[in-house]
Each structure stands twice: as structure tokens, then as C-alpha cells.
């Protein structure tokens, strides 16, 4: 049987009121972006307001909704996506709650987020989907970690945790850059043997090989699309023929972006012909840091643009569709 794609809303949680001179005074909204420009009156509620929203996704059908993690940056407010999946687990009933994902080499021990997704996966009647990731330049810049050892620290770190959620404790974890004595989680996740894990990247050979043979989801970072998602596709069937699998589409993700509109005409003339330059526009039309970390790709046109009534009726019926 055919299953139907897998729809999940990905939200950044941007910051929406820079001043309207920010590209003329500014050079970047990463890292050194001056935080005196947080105005912390006009902020109340603002992240009441981005919960709302993907609890909103849940309720008219998205399979899911995603979280991730960045620092220091006017893109993306969740220094902690874990806190907001928190508050998802208690206000949304059905879509998975996927933070893609938790920045294992900034953070002291990988033990503590086994033991924090766990609580996650409990608070969310088994909903999580475990995002790990080591992080990419302007992050670990952020926290002053050396990239190059990060990658090996990062794999550490992932199968510490697996082996935390899959095999009793307590027991001894002999590794290079977690020494543990006592591995011995509570609460253990309710997802046996344990949670779905995804893996972003972009098209990292070795990155795919260490996911491929693991088991877990190959999520593509990119914005590039058709021919290129074509040819990621195509590296990942083959890093999984080399290891003994074949390829499943519900191993592997990607990433859309979607200009929208009060109507038709409007979402489409947003989007019609433009590059997509990341974030291009923040929330209430206030633009956004554009120079040395924005992510770019090349232009694409829209299809046939969607009426927010019709989009609910599309996910209603695609809600309704066997798995």
C-alpha cells in the first residue's frame, strides 16, 4: 500500500521587530547582531504567540512540528527547543514533535538530553522525534567549539545516548570525551526501543554513512531543490546499498519553503521568480540580516498557490489517508 507523504511545519521563531534600518546599519544577525535591539515590552507574549501557531499545524492536520536549535541570532529564538516541545506535549494531541535538533557538542553532557528527550517522549504519550546535530559553523562559533574534533565528539555523544535508552543500567561508558561511570537514565522513553532519530545534513558522504548505518533518518539541510534533492536522494540510496539496506522515502526528509499570501495573487507574486534568501523576511514584513551567514539558494517558482481553506482541506483529507 501507497502511504501518503508526510507533512510537518517547521518553525524558526524569528525575531519581528528589528528597526527598518537593520541592513544599512548592521552586517550580520548572527552572533555579534548587538542584543539591545530586544525590546522586551513589544516581545511579551511573543512566544505564546509562535506556541499558538504550531499548535494551530496540529490541529488542522500537519503530521507534525518541528524545532530547532540556534543561539545568538535574530532567526531563531530557541536557544532551548526543548522548552518548547514541553509546552507542545501539553498543547497539541496528535502531531509529532520533531526537534531537528539538539546540538550535541555545545552541550556538557549528552546524558543529560537522553535524559530530557525521555522526559519528552513521556510528556508527549510516545509523540518525540529525536533531532541530533553538530552544529553548524556560526554555533559552534557561538560557544568557542572547535569544529573538527566536534564531529567525532558528536557521534560519541549520539551513541551514548542510544545505548542509554536501549540497554539497562547502570553501566559504564568508557568514551574518549564522555568518561561516565554510571549510565543509568530515568525516566526511559516510552517509544521502544526508542524514539525515531533524524539526522540533518547536507550531502556529507561520511555524515551518510554514519547515519545509514545506524538506522536513523537522513534529513537534507538544504534549500536546493529539484535536480539536486534528486541527487541527494541518489548518494543516500547508495551509501545504504553499500551497507546492506535499500532506500525508504520515509528515511529521508527535506526541507520546503512556501511564500503565502492573504490571497491567491498575493502569495504568488511574493514568490513568483525570487531567490530565496534565508531568512528573507521576518515576520510582519521586517527584513532580515541578508549578508554573512544567510543561507542561499537559487530561485523557484511557485506552483499553483493554495487558499489557507483549501490547505486545511488538503490536510484534512491527507490526516484521513491509511498510513
Request: net charge neutral.
Amino acid at each position: 500500500m501507497t502511504r501518503p507523504v508526510q507533512l510537518y511545519c517547521w518553525h524558526f521563531m524569528s525575531y519581528p521587530y528589528l528597526p527598518a534600518d537593520f541592513d544599512e546599519r548592521y552586517e550580520t544577525g548572527w552572533v555579534t547582531v548587538p542584543n539591545r535591539l530586544w525590546d522586551a515590552e513589544r516581545s511579551r507574549g511573543l512566544y505564546q504567540e509562535y506556541i499558538d501557531q504550531l499548535a494551530y499545524a496540529d490541529e488542522i492536520g500537519f503530521d507534525g512540528m518541528v524545532l530547532n536549535e540556534h543561539h545568538q541570532n535574530i532567526y531563531g529564538l530557541m536557544p532551548s527547543p526543548n522548552l518548547i516541545a514541553a509546552a507542545l506535549s501539553q498543547r497539541t494531541k496528535r502531531g509529532k514533535i520533531v526537534i531537528l535538533g539538539n546540538l550535541l557538542p555545545l552541550h556538557l553532557n549528552p546524558l543529560r538530553m537522553a535524559e530530557e528527550y525521555a522526559m519528552l517522549d513521556n510528556m508527549s504519550g510516545g509523540r518525540l522525534i529525536a533531532g541530533f546535530a553538530p552544529g553548524s559553523g556560526p554555533e559552534t562559533f557561538n560557544y568557542d567549539v572547535p569544529s573538527a574534533p566536534s564531529r567525532e565528539q558528536f557521534w560519541e555523544a549520539v551513541d551514548l545516548i542510544h545505548r542509554a535508552w536501549t540497554e539497562d543500567g547502570p553501566f559504564a561508558w568508557e568514551g574518549r570525551h564522555y568518561p561516565l561511570r554510571y549510565v543509568n537514565p530515568w525516566p526511559r522513553p516510552t517509544q521502544q526501543p526508542h524514539p525515531p532519530v533524524w539526522i540533518p545534513s547536507s550531502r556529507s558522504t561520511e555524515t551518510l554513512v554514519n547515519i545509514a548505518k545506524r538506522g536513523y533518518c537522513y534529513f537534507l539541510s538544504s534549500r536546493s531543490h529539484g535536480s539536486e534533492t534528486a541527487k541527494s536522494q541518489a548518494q543516500f540510496a547508495k551509501v545504504l546499498a553499500d551497507q546492506g539496506g535499500r532506500f525508504d522515502p520515509f528515511r529521508m526528509g527535506i526541507l520546503m519553503s512556501a511564500h503565502v499570501g492573504e490571497t491567491d495573487s498575493g502569495g504568488a507574486g511574493r514568490g513568483q521568480g525570487r531567490r530565496v534568501v534565508f531568512p528573507q523576511e521576518l515576520p510582519q514584513g521586517t527584513p532580515a540580516a541578508r549578508r554573512p551567514h544567510a543561507h542561499r539558494g537559487a530561485g523557484h517558482s511557485l506552483h499553483s498557490p493554495v487558499r489557507i481553506p483549501q490547505l486545511s482541506e488538503i490536510l484534512r483529507s491527507h490526516r484521513a489517508a491509511p498510513r
